[in-house]
């Protein structure tokens, strides 16, 4: 069995655990395999371990493994910064986007979604630490984007993503994956019911799983330390 193989069995122990102790079925976490930076022949590695579902980073390296891995059903999910000028590679490309921090990107997206694609699956991203570099609208400003994000065709808003800053407090970590569960209960308030919490990578899973967490995207626990081109 590859190294590849046994990172990600180990990765899908890991889940089942967290899910367990946090009192919840391991089938209601779907587990993202984040390949960024990765070839696409160890993302063909994992496919072939069991794993449906990747994510990327980067418009062109989104662009370049759909086309060379094309013979697998994989599921793709856009999870990085999308400027406005890239989103027609990503509207014609991924499954799934899980960064839309504002209305035009959203807009956007939703004019190219190709009509005979179905609904591009689309989460708001919540910057829920505050953090000027950091990604995401307010959680003061959610309510109103979602709202206007769940009226767009060719887009199915499905729910919230964050990406606190990295801690060892449990505390920190939990008030910060508690705040998109609370824009989930507000929401429903509303009437809008948003079935996706995307929250926890590999150092925080099952901080993440144990706070509501129904997606965890995970890199480096399955591929390795990324190798950044200089």
């Known amino acids: 069995?590859?190294?590849?193989?046994?990172?990600?069995?180990?990765?899908?122990?890991?889940?089942?655990?967290?899910?367990?102790?946090?009192?919840?079925?391991?089938?209601?976490?779907?587990?993202?395999?984040?390949?960024?930076?990765?070839?696409?022949?160890?993302?063909?590695?994992?496919?072939?371990?069991?794993?449906?579902?990747?994510?990327?980073?980067?418009?062109?390296?989104?662009?370049?493994?759909?086309?060379?891995?094309?013979?697998?059903?994989?599921?793709?999910?856009?999870?990085?910064?999308?400027?406005?000028?890239?989103?027609?590679?990503?509207?014609?490309?991924?499954?799934?986007?899980?960064?839309?921090?504002?209305?035009?990107?959203?807009?956007?997206?939703?004019?190219?979604?190709?009509?005979?694609?179905?609904?591009?699956?689309?989460?708001?991203?919540?910057?829920?630490?505050?953090?000027?570099?950091k990604s995401g609208c307010s959680p003061a400003d959610a309510p109103a984007l979602l709202q206007a994000v769940a009226a767009l065709p060719g887009l199915q808003l499905r729910g919230l993503m964050c990406i606190p800053e990295p801690t060892q407090d449990a505390a920190t970590l939990a008030a910060r994956f508690g705040v998109l569960r609370q824009l989930q209960q507000q929401m429903a308030a509303q009437g809008l019911v948003l079935d996706t919490l995307s929250m926890g990578m590999s150092a925080d899973m099952a901080q993440a799983i144990a706070a509501g967490s129904t997606l965890v995207r995970v890199g480096t626990a399955i591929f390795g330390a990324r190798h950044y081109p200089a």
């Open 1 to 133: 069995m590859s190294q590849l193989t046994l990172a990600l069995h180990r990765v899908q122990t890991q889940l089942a655990e967290a899910a367990h102790a946090a009192g919840r079925d391991a089938a209601t976490v779907q587990l993202l395999a984040v390949s960024k930076t990765f070839p696409a022949e160890a993302v063909r590695e994992v496919y072939a371990a069991g794993q449906r579902a990747f994510g990327e980073n980067y418009v062109q390296e989104l662009q370049a493994k759909a086309a060379e891995l094309a013979d697998l059903a994989i599921e793709w999910h856009f999870i990085g910064p999308l400027q406005s000028n890239k989103t027609r590679i990503v509207a014609e490309t991924a499954h799934w986007v899980h960064a839309i921090d504002r209305l035009k990107i959203a807009e956007r997206l939703s004019a190219q979604r190709p009509a005979h694609l179905p609904p591009l699956q689309v989460c708001v991203q919540v910057n829920v630490s505050g953090e000027d570099s």
